[in-house]
């Protein structure tokens, strides 16, 4: 399967960065968005080497059409897609949920010829827009394909994500829903938590304090609570019930460690705190090892 002219459909933070890590790669980088200002500004800051005024243009021309959009709105558009993309040609996008979108493509696109693989790079800030975008967004990341109907399509998705910088995995709708509740959903919602149990004082002047007490350590463990309230209120909503369960988890822990606090067994917290230690250092160097 041949893929020349890859499509970007929803140019913030992700696709304009996406747009950007895939210049000087094989492919050439068509954009669509609905705004005309994020348009012309995707010119200018040559995330993309064309530039589409409705997705109807823009899809025609596409051989890889990559849905950069919003969990919600990707079934609504995928409508659109099957009017528009030729046959043969290969959609994927990069929801952080899966499931519902793969359901979607399915009943969209059933008999239409059009090739759907799910993706999710792992990667992404606590910023948005285009003008938060950056060439390396991508570079070194994780990311997981959910296979569609044809290996062929599969394979020219990973070729993409690879030549963007990110190392794929092939998995389930159904597993990848689960783990990125572990591994991205909740942290979201702890991050959250921190903010509002640390920063909330009962008045002006503890709030005052509160700011002036915190440093870099809640700097790092908070800084993804500044993210998009919408877009992880649509994550969550989309994957309701692995989030529950991943949340059942840290609950799991947390309490340990309030026990063993109450019960003033350092002992045993120490060990605890210690095996969190190695596991965050094995994942350290795992990521450490993959850049090299």
């Known amino acids: ?12 933070l992700l ?21 005309e200002e994020t348009r012309a500004l ?23 059409t990559i849905l950069c959009l919003p969990v919600p709105v990707i079934p609504e558009f995928l409508q ?13 996008d990069i929801g952080s949920v899966k499931g519902v979108i793969v359901d979607a493509a399915r009943k969209a696109l059933a008999d239409s010829g059009i090739h759907f693989t799910g993706s999710h790079p792992m990667a992404g ?4 827009g285009l003008e938060n975008a950056f060439a390396t967004l991508y570079h070194n990341a994780d990311g997981f394909i959910t296979p569609g109907d044809s290996p062929e399509a599969d394979d020219a998705v990973v070729e993409f994500w690879a030549a963007a910088g990110v190392r ?5 709708p159904e597993d990848h829903d689960d783990l990125v509740a572990h591994t991205s959903h909740v942290l979201h919602i702890v991050a959250s938590a921190l903010a509002l149990a640390i920063l909330e004082g009962k008045s002006p002047e503890e709030t005052a304090l509160r700011f002036a007490g915190c440093a870099t350590g809640f700097r ?7 993210s998009n309230p919408a ?5 969550v909503e989309n994957n309701r019930m692995a989030v529950l369960n991943a949340m059942s988890g840290f609950d799991k822990w947390y309490a340990h460690f309030r026990e063993l606090i109450q019960n003033g067994n350092f002992d045993e917290f120490e060990k605890v705190f210690a095996e969190g230690k190695r596991l965050r250092d094995s994942w350290t160097a795992y990521k450490e090892n993959y850049k090299k």
């Not at 399967?1 to 913030?12: D, Q, T």
């Open 1 to 12: 399967m041949e893929v020349r002219n890859v499509l970007i459909v929803g140019l913030g």
């Open 80 to 92: 659109i897609c099957r009017k528009f993309c030729k046959p043969g040609s290969v959609i994927t």
């Open 42 to 64: 995707a010119l200018k800051m040559d995330a993309v080497d064309e530039i589409f005024a409705t997705p109807e243009e823009a899809l025609k021309e596409a051989d890889l």
């Open 125 to 128: 800030t606590e910023k948005s």
């Open 231 to 235: 877009m992880w209120r649509e994550i």
């Open 220 to 226: 790092d463990t908070s800084r993804i609570a500044s």
């Open 168 to 172: 794929i995995t092939r998995i389930s």
């Open 15 to 35: 696709g304009g960065s996406l747009g950007m890590a895939l210049k000087g790669k094989q492919y050439r980088r068509l954009g669509w968005s609905r705004r």
